[in-house]
């Protein structure tokens, strides 16, 4: 499974499947209950709801479309395509669902900014001191975008003047390069995790430690260093609780949740068949995660309190 995606009521879930012939497909549920399956064609697709409505942008991340196609999930209609001429990375809805942002892969750097009511772009020029190629995209409250950018650098930038108004990276301390992995903002803009792994000076084929690094964004502070044993696929902050979840790499599954504050492993989760994709539900009671092969699974997860 590629991606999975919840609408902000939590009645609508979209997950894109591939089966063992290499078919995708996206399927859609209401309420538990899969209401329609729609054929794609061949890409790497990245599913995400709009804050209001059914609307589902589906991002084909391979080199095959170089767009974004947009569905009512309720019917499953198509409603549009924006075509971006270049392979996109990152994508992420402005929280009033106003503007929709991507990040190109190519020569060009910077983001495409969408007005969603005229559908009108706009390309962001941002430079590249922070780097080239962005990794994630996420939207802040008080008018900020985060930017996480391959080499474990972030970026907090002002949506109305598009100045930098915050630089945070994971190689300050370090001797070494680093080279960054998956990223998380919680929902009230506070906490944002970074995964990463310091480089040695001489490549080696050895696995490299993997860390998380957790800021406090209203200070810019680093609020927790975390050490997992194993190379990440995925991080995701459990909705109102900000626990954090931590989806690892391997044919056997594993699932780590920590506690806001302390950082500190509240729970572990486990099971053969790998996985391939984790997300929670709006109420932060459920996470499911599709294993490979064209199978599914969902998992009920329930973490302690925050305390």
Not at 157 to 179: E, F, N, P, Y
Not at 248 to 272: M, N
């Amino acid at each position: 499974m590629d991606s999975l995606a919840w609408s902000n009521d939590g009645r609508l879930m979209a997950a894109v499947a591939r089966n063992a012939e290499d078919k995708v497909s996206l399927h859609i549920w209401r309420d538990g209950v899969e209401q329609r399956s729609l054929p794609l064609a061949s890409g790497l697709y990245q599913a995400l709801f709009a804050p209001r409505g059914t609307l589902l942008a589906l991002v084909d991340r391979s080199d095959r479309m170089n767009g974004i196609q947009l569905v009512d999930a309720a019917d499953g209609s198509a409603k549009r395509e924006l075509e971006t001429g270049w392979p996109i990375s990152a994508v992420a809805f402005a929280p009033d669902g106003t503007r929709l942002a991507a990040s190109p892969i190519g020569p060009e750097t910077g983001i495409w900014l969408w007005d969603t009511r005229s559908w009108r772009r706009e390309r962001i020029a941002l430079g590249t001191q922070l780097g080239t190629y962005q990794q994630s995209l996420d939207f802040l409250p008080g008018g900020l975008l985060a930017i996480t950018y391959a080499g474990a650098n972030v970026g907090l930038w002002d949506i109305r003047t598009w100045q930098l108004r915050r630089r945070l990276s994971a190689r300050d301390g370090l001797s070494s390069d680093v080279m960054g992995g998956p990223a998380a903002v919680t929902s009230d803009g506070r906490w944002l995790a970074l995964a990463y792994t310091p480089l040695p000076p001489v490549p080696t084929f050895l696995p490299y430690p993997w860390r998380i690094r957790v800021w406090d964004l209203r200070s810019g502070a680093t609020a927790g260093e975390l050490h997992p044993a194993r190379d990440m696929e995925l991080l995701a902050f459990r909705p109102a609780s900000a626990v954090l979840a931590a989806q690892f790499v391997g044919d056997e599954g594993a699932l780590q949740l920590f506690e806001p504050g302390s950082w500190k492993q509240q729970q572990a989760f486990s099971w053969t068949g790998g996985l391939d994709t984790l997300a929670f539900s709006p109420a932060g009671d459920l996470a499911f995660a599709g294993p490979a092969a064209g199978k599914t699974c969902a998992v009920e997860i329930r973490p302690v309190p925050a305390r």
